[in-house]
């Protein structure tokens, strides 16, 4: 919209009005100046403006019976009242009374400018607050929302993979969606009316992980009281999700293998083969590149699963899609607890975008439904909504470098490092993502840390 976007001009001084549009133009904002109260109204009932600049001090109608009647009649449009110095309270009477902003004559430019964004933010939000102009795929009570090319393109992946009956691989950091996008697949599959079982690898205590997936006759081992069927077992007919496959003991997974070769199982303790009509999803956090190499999934396995692989991206690489996210959560949250809410103030946008997002958006959803909870009705979510640690460092990099020092690289990577496991709440797994590096070297580099600050070699 930066770009694009048109802005009328309310002033009754032709200086002042040349003055604003030189300013703005060369930023590509398309500029529409008037000299009074009436011809604004009549502009802005032909065109359709994203800011509206206006001036106080007008010659017939002034300019705070103006912007009550611009609220009235075109109540998404942020309107920025300008002022002369010394008349900052009557400015302050048409905050009170709608007006989004307002700027001091004299005119500095980088307010002016800064002033507009922030208004073009707050118009954006709001319209997509109204009308979540943002790709929404509902799917049972889970959604997807994003408009950013990496989901588009996933969107469109996903779209025509799910009519097929092959399996999948699935890859994205915990809390990017990857049971919603497996979800997504089964509903959209001929399968959809079928059972769809979602089965945690990474939860399953290892010794029954056998038991679980492919099911045990009586008497297999010590406690199998009665023949028991697994999940694949359940899932006949219609679809298995296997979320950290790569947690499974090589066997297992050589288990599997067959299974998705042959079409047939053996349960634990059994002599007998079994036919099963499953289709099988699988999902971890890494690349499965990456973990047939650390040897964590075998690579026969990865050859069957990985035909198709569709990778979840984190929140931190789509950014542009926070704000619908946000405000999708935020009115989910809002039906729940009965408590209206009026969207974002672009300041708590511009944190929540500047945030790394290790928790990706399962975090983003916590974050909405405890802001949610803590705002008054009505209002907007702003910066003291959102939790401490977004208000640590704004608009920095977390960590302060006291004046007339020169710190080593090493001193502020250290620091830099820091700041992101403070980030993470301490989770150095998370840390090591976001830090791209392995969770060991990590934890090496902090051991060697506190072995210095203690002294030791």
């Not at 002369?84 to 500095?108: F, H, I, M, N, W």
């Not at 997509?128 to 996933?154: C, F, Q, T």
């Not at 077992?233 to 070769?261: C, M, N, Y």
């Not at 704004?394 to 700041?419: K, N, S, W």
Request: one cysteine or more; proline letters at 5%; charged letters at 30%.
């Amino acid at each position: 919209m930066a770009t694009e976007a048109a802005i009328l001009v309310v002033d009754d001084d032709d200086r002042a009005r040349s003055s604003i549009a030189r300013t703005l133009e060369p930023l590509g904002y398309r500029v529409h100046a008037v000299p009074s109260a009436e011809e604004a109204l009549a502009a802005a009932a032909k065109e359709v403006f994203d800011v509206i600049l206006c001036d106080i001090r007008l010659g017939g109608m002034d300019g705070l019976e103006l912007q009550k009647r611009l609220r009235a009649d075109f109540p998404d449009v942020p309107v920025v009242m300008i002022t002369a110095y010394g008349a900052v309270e009557t400015a302050v009477r048409a905050l009170k009374q709608g007006a989004y902003d307002y700027v001091v004559k004299p005119l500095s430019a980088e307010e002016l400018k800064s002033a507009v964004r922030r208004a073009l933010e707050s118009r954006r939000l709001r319209l997509a607050n109204d009308s979540l102009r943002v790709v929404v795929r509902d799917i049972g009570e889970d959604v997807w929302v994003g408009e950013s090319a990496p989901m588009k393109r996933l969107y469109e992946q996903a779209a025509r993979v799910a009519p097929s009956n092959a399996t999948v691989f699935l890859s994205g950091e915990s809390g990017t969606g990857k049971e919603i996008l497996a979800r997504y697949l089964h509903a959209n599959s001929p399968r959809h009316e079928e059972v769809f079982v979602a089965l945690n690898c990474a939860a399953l205590p290892e010794n029954l992980a056998d038991s679980q997936i492919f099911g045990h006759v009586r008497g297999a081992y010590t406690g199998a009281v009665a023949d028991c069927r697994g999940h694949l077992e359940i899932a006949h007919g219609g679809t298995l999700f296997l979320d950290e496959v790569s947690d499974l003991k090589p066997e297992i997974q050589a288990k599997l293998l067959r299974v998705l070769e042959d079409g047939k199982l053996r349960r634990l303790g059994s002599e007998r083969e079994m036919a099963v009509n499953v289709r099988i999803l699988a999902a971890a956090q890494k690349e499965p590149e990456r973990l047939v190499k650390e040897e964590r999934l075998r690579e026969d396995l990865f050859f069957r699963l990985g035909a198709i692989h569709l990778r979840i991206p984190p929140l931190r690489e789509r950014t542009e899609d926070i704000a619908g996210l946000s405000i999708h959560f935020l009115r989910r949250f809002s039906r729940e607890i009965k408590k209206p809410l009026d969207g974002l103030e672009p300041e708590a946008l511009d944190l929540l975008r500047s945030y790394p997002w290790p928790g990706n958006v399962r975090e983003l959803k916590n974050v909405m439904e405890r802001a949610a909870i803590f705002a008054k009705p009505g209002s907007r979510i702003g910066v003291p909504e959102l939790p401490e640690k977004f208000r640590r460092a704004p608009g920095g990099v977390g960590f302060a470098i006291e004046a007339g020092t020169v710190p080593t690289l090493e001193d502020v990577g250290d620091r830099y490092i820091r700041h992101v496991l403070d980030l993470c709440d301490g989770n150095q797994t998370k840390a090591a993502k976001i830090l791209d590096v392995s969770s060991s070297t990590l934890w090496r580099h902090l051991s060697k840390g506190n072995r210095e600050s203690e002294g030791q070699p």
